[in-house]
Nanobody, 127 residues
Framework: QVYLVESGGGSVQTGGSLRLSCVAS????????MGWFRQAPGKEREGVAC???????SHADSVKGRFSISKDNAKNTLYLQMNSLKPEDTAMYYC?????????????????????WGQGTQVTVSS
């Protein structure tokens, strides 16, 4: 059984930074496509960023230039560095894994491709 546990959320002011972490147990992030998703109150969950097993990454247009996804295979941990935070970034952030990725395919932010989810960590940005 693979478990994902997020941490690093909190409350910051506009323009601040946070780094989210997601530790995987029972499986290796090196073999999975990993992604970050978020859900704001009253809104649907949306993709933020993903990273393929081979390391290629993709970011949603709304966070490009501000957020950066990365992973440390040795620590079995996924990260999301969030800079220049805005109030509209306020949401519950979820880590997710596609444990059966197609070989050498670029990662995508389609939620139905991810089969393992964490419980989430709350990010609140105040103006």
């Amino acid at each position: 059984q693979v478990y994902l546990v997020e941490s690093g959320g909190g409350s910051v002011q506009t323009g601040g930074s946070l780094r989210l972490s997601c530790v995987a147990s029972g499986g290796a992030v090196s073999r999975y496509v990993m992604g970050w998703f978020r859900q704001a109150p009253g809104k649907e969950r949306e993709g933020v960023a993903c990273i393929a097993d081979y390391g290629g990454a993709s970011h949603a247009d709304s966070v490009k230039g501000r957020f950066s996804i990365s992973k440390d295979n040795a620590k079995n941990t996924l990260y999301l560095q969030m800079n220049s935070l805005k109030p509209e970034d306020t949401a519950m952030y979820y880590c997710a894994a596609d444990r059966s990725p197609a070989p050498w395919r670029a990662c995508r932010l389609f939620q139905n491709e991810y089969n393992t989810w964490g419980q989430g960590t709350q990010v609140t940005v105040s103006s």
